[in-house]
Nanobody, 122 residues
Framework: QVQLVESGGGLVQAGGSLRLSCAAS?????MGWFRQAPGKEREFVAA????????SYADSVRGRFTVSRDNAQNTVYLQMNSLKPEDTAVYYC??????????????????WGQGTQVTVSS
């Protein structure tokens, strides 16, 4: 059983930055970050391959968010810069043991963290 624990969420003003962390048990997996705002469906944010060499981003965050990993610490990060009020959501990390690279699709992820709240004030 893989356990994922997110941290780093909080309240920040528009234009500010936050870094989310996701600590994983077990070996390195391809990972993804998703988010869900109130009244909206969960949406893809970013994904990272097992090696960390391949990344992908949603259009809405490309150029502002950066996903990375430290396999020695078995931790994945989401650096969020130039935050906007529309980035407000609960952010989830997810693991996809069956894939080498990450995926846009939530059904490809087998394990999910509990989520961490990010609130961006205007």
């Amino acid at each position: 059983q893989v356990q994922l624990v997110e941290s780093g969420g909080g309240l920040v003003q528009a234009g500010g930055s936050l870094r989310l962390s996701c600590a994983a048990s077990g070996r390195a997996f391809s990972m993804g970050w998703f988010r869900q705002a109130p009244g909206k469906e969960r949406e893809f944010v970013a994904a990272l391959s097992r090696s960390g060499c391949s990344t992908s981003y949603a259009d809405s965050v490309r150029g502002r968010f950066t996903v990375s990993r430290d396999n020695a610490q078995n931790t994945v990060y989401l650096q969020m810069n130039s935050l906007k009020p529309e980035d407000t959501a609960v952010y989830y990390c997810a693991a996809a043991p069956r894939l080498y690279s990450g995926s846009y699709y939530s059904h490809n992820y087998d394990y999910w963290g509990q989520g961490t709240q990010v609130t961006v004030s205007s």
